[in-house]
């Protein structure tokens, strides 16, 4: 008896546990997003696609509401509500920017017929955030979503690879360092060498020697220095060289230029008194630097160039007047040499460092070219005619190396007892890579931090920085995760195994600012084990944290 009565309970509750399934099931809601109207300028055109593509990420709900993107387009309800296609819900909208303001217009139709409009202004550049209030305003008004839009409070915590300066994250991340302030590194998260009394110009991190190893090169102003990182933490010395006495080092990239398995070292150097180039190539094979080529009087550097994408030696002239000449070339091998190739499909204001292409992926469909600018904001542009699509607000790099330019009209000369000239900074490596095979790659370059530079255009001494890493959300580049500040002035950064244990690091090359009480200027490497153990590939794109400026 007491066995029948147990086994009809456990009966009724799985009976009562299907139809809670079954009512959770037919209580999720779903939508179609279709292509906006786009009332402005040719260059924000993709927004019609690129704005229901953000907004169902931020609508996506598990169990709530879920979402597609449709084809068709809507100008009205009854073509909207035509577009249904069996959802419950078809949405579209309109964009109207004027000068610097943009209006978006967001609208729903449901299978009776309901309709529902909001709209919503804001400046061009925090365009985002009008989409996100919108986005809020249909969660709750028509899908009945209780809190914001998007995925984070549904799970109790955003999905993401690496938590962005907040708390609360119990899943995944790629570095413990990444997720907030204030932790030290006594957990293994971060490495440190010792201090190096040199102040740094660039430094990379590869296998120079060819042993299977990596190694460390620092430049400075005017030599070449290389390390092993050893298991006690400190950098090794094997060797250092100086380049050239009278020219000033520039930028240092690596390429297995002969194709032995071995990096070699591309170094580019200017004249302090005319700014006229030479670049060097170095080896290290049987750990000692030699010059594999001779020197050439260009601007070299090595792009990644598309389709491909595989290190491409690259070269650019000097102009008088206006610093770099124009176009810039593949290098190919000529004797014992390197001279100009073909020319490369660049945009204007382009030279062989500012540049780096973000190859399509998941978020976005097509190549991407990222310039940095001389007031270091970055562009993007897109396509075979590199249009313009997006220009950050917010400034990056950062790098203290720079070489000063007098600018005059050709012909006449500088008169520099009166003129103050300008001066190039050197940009940072634009490091474009897919960490954890993801599908997604991101830009990964330095944020300076400083109140000084914001009032003194010359002051570098950035006592803080941060490493973003920044990703193509179909509108701008939004960020997906950046470290916590780091104290010192950011020379460089690199993506390699520095310690040779088998996990890759995110390498940054600091020194000493000033401010921090140190006498000469040092400089130190500290490292970032990046555990891609524990990245899920399905995370969401994280849509919260965009601008877009594409006619500055």
């Given at each position: 008896m007491k066995f029948a009565m147990r086994l009809a309970l456990m009966a009724c509750l799985m009976l009562f546990a299907g139809l809670q399934a079954t009512a959770a099931q037919a209580a999720q809601k779903s939508f179609v997003l279709l292509p906006f109207t786009v009332n402005a300028p040719q260059s924000y055109s993709y927004l019609s696609k690129a704005l229901p593509s953000s907004l169902l990420g931020k609508l996506n709900r598990p169990g709530v509401a879920q979402g597609s993107v449709g084809s068709a387009k809507a100008t009205s309800a009854a073509q909207a509500k035509k577009a249904l296609g069996g959802a419950d819900y078809a949405i579209w909208g309109e964009v109207n920017i004027v000068g610097n303001d943009g209006t978006i217009t967001l609208h729903s139709v449901d299978k009776a017929g309901k309709q529902w409009s909001k709209t919503s202004s804001g400046p061009v550049s925090g365009l985002n955030s009008t989409a996100q209030q919108l986005a809020n305003a249909l969660a709750s008004e028509v899908l009945g979503?209780?809190?914001?839009?998007?995925?984070?409070?549904?799970?109790?915590g955003r999905s993401s690879d690496i938590i962005v300066n907040e708390t609360g994250q119990n899943q995944a991340y790629l570095n413990p360092q990444f997720r907030y302030q204030g932790a030290g590194a006594s957990d293994g998260s971060r490495l440190r060498s010792q201090r190096i009394p040199e102040a740094m110009v660039d430094m990379a991190v590869a296998d120079f020697n060819g042993d299977g190893q990596n190694e460390v090169a620092i430049l400075t102003d005017h030599k070449l220095m290389m390390f092993k990182w050893g298991r006690d933490g400190k950098l090794n010395p094997l060797q250092e060289i100086t380049i050239n006495r009278t020219n000033a080092n520039f930028s240092m990239r690596a390429m297995d230029l002969n194709r032995d398995g071995a990096q070699d070292l591309v170094i580019a150097t200017y004249d302090e008194n005319d700014n006229r180039p030479y670049s060097y190539f170095y080896s290290f094979k049987g750990n000692r630097l030699k010059e594999c080529s001779k020197r050439i009087p260009y601007f070299a550097s090595v792009m990644k160039l598309p389709p491909n994408f595989a290190p491409t030696l690259v070269g650019q002239g000097w102009d008088s007047v206006n610093l770099f000449g124009r176009g810039v070339y593949a290098l190919q091998k000529s004797g014992d040499s390197y001279s100009p190739g073909q020319r490369i499909n660049l945009p204007e204001g382009a030279n062989v460092f500012n540049c780096a292409w973000i190859p399509a992926g998941r978020g976005n469909k097509s190549d991407q070219l990222i310039m940095l600018t001389p007031e270091e904001r970055i562009k993007v542009f897109q396509g075979n005619g590199n249009t313009l699509i997006h220009t950050t607000m917010e400034r990056f790099s950062g790098s203290a190396a720079g070489m000063d330019h007098y600018k005059g009209m050709p012909g006449l000369g500088v008169d520099k007892t009166y003129q103050l000239p300008s001066r190039y900074y050197a940009p940072m490596r634009l490091i474009v890579a897919d960490i954890g095979n993801t599908g997604e790659n991101c830009l990964i370059i330095n944020k300076p931090i400083s109140t000084a530079s914001q009032f003194f255009d010359r002051y570098r001494?950035?006592?803080?920085?941060?490493?973003?890493?920044?990703?193509?959300?179909?509108?701008?580049?939004?960020?997906?995760?950046?470290?916590?500040?780091?104290?010192?002035?950011?020379?460089?950064?690199?993506?390699?195994?520095?310690?040779?244990?088998?996990?890759?690091?995110?390498?940054?090359?600091?020194?000493?600012?000033?401010?921090?009480?140190?006498?000469?200027?040092?400089?130190?490497?500290?490292?970032?084990?990046?555990?891609v153990t524990k990245m899920d590939p399905n995370t969401p794109a994280d849509m919260s944290d965009f601008e877009i400026t594409p006619n500055n």
């Open positions: 979503m209780g809190g914001a839009a998007g995925g984070r409070a549904a799970s109790g001494f950035f006592p803080q920085g941060e490493i973003h890493a920044l990703f193509w959300d179909g509108v701008g580049l939004a960020l997906k995760w950046k470290t916590r500040r780091i104290r010192g002035s950011v020379a460089q950064a690199d993506l390699a195994d520095v310690n040779n244990d088998g996990i890759i690091d995110l390498v940054v090359g600091l020194n000493s600012s000033p401010s921090l009480g140190v006498g000469g200027r040092q400089c130190i490497i500290t490292a970032y084990p990046l555990d």
